[in-house]
Antibody
């Protein structure tokens, strides 16, 4: 059974930093691209970032480019999202998501999310 | 970025009704589209990928069609557990973009 467990969320002041982690199990982590998708309160889904199986290729939404960094540790089956220069508009539930294969494929499984609140 | 326009934004329907949700892409995306269901307080769940391929474990009352710019998600006979919000997501290129969602409510 695919399991994705996010951690690292919390309350942070504007301009601050936070690192999200996603522990994966139930599948061969190194064989699948991974993404982060967020959902602001009472809003729709917004794709944030994707990383290839090896970690060599990454993609970012314009809204986070230059501030967020996606990475993965295939030896530890863990996905990361380093977030810097956080803004109020980054407040959201951040989902870790697994792709069906490479970065060109669709997302098929989601974690339960980690809440990030940016507020003074 | 490709814009995904989903309609309607909400609808009211009864159990047993046939429900259709559409998604239009601002440019052609072949059949690179997925449909997701999200219930309140839960993570999204993949229903359809490749525009028309049913994800394993998803009931057959869900179906998807379309290619190019126009896509449809159909629920053939709405069940109580289907009341949720539905999103389309284009898998054609990056940045990935979602439709704004369709909330299916009980009539």
């Amino acid at each position: 059974e695919v399991q994705l467990l996010e951690s690292g969320g919390g309350l942070v002041q504007p301009g601050g930093s936070l690192r999200l982690s996603c522990a994966a199990s139930g599948f061969t982590f190194s064989s699948y691209a991974m993404s982060w998708v967020r959902q602001a309160p009472e809003m729709g889904l917004e794709w944030v970032s994707t990383v290839s199986t090896s970690g060599a290729t990454t993609f970012y939404a314009d809204s986070v480019k230059g501030r967020f960094t996606i990475s993965r540790d295939n030896s530890k089956n863990t996905l990361f999202l380093q977030m810097k220069s956080l803004r109020a508009e980054d407040t959201a539930l951040y989902y870790c998501a697994k792709h069906r294969g490479a970065v060109t494929t669709s997302i098929d499984y989601w974690g339960q999310g980690a809440l990030v609140t940016v507020s003074s | 970025a490709i814009q995904m326009t989903q309609s309607p934004s909400s609808l009211s329907a009864s159990v047993g009704d046939r429900v259709t949700i559409t998604c239009r892409a601002s440019q052609g995306i072949r059949s690179d589209l997925g449909w997701y269901q999200q219930k309140p307080g839960k993570a999204p769940n993949l229903l359809i990928y490749g525009a028309s391929t049913l994800q394993s474990g998803v009931p057959s009352r869900f179906s998807g069609s379309g290619s190019g710019t126009d896509f449809t998600l159909t629920i053939s006979s709405l069940q109580p557990e289907d009341f949720a919000t539905y999103y389309c997501l284009q898998d054609y290129n990056y940045p990935r973009t979602f439709g704004q969602g369709t909330k299916v409510e009980i009539k």
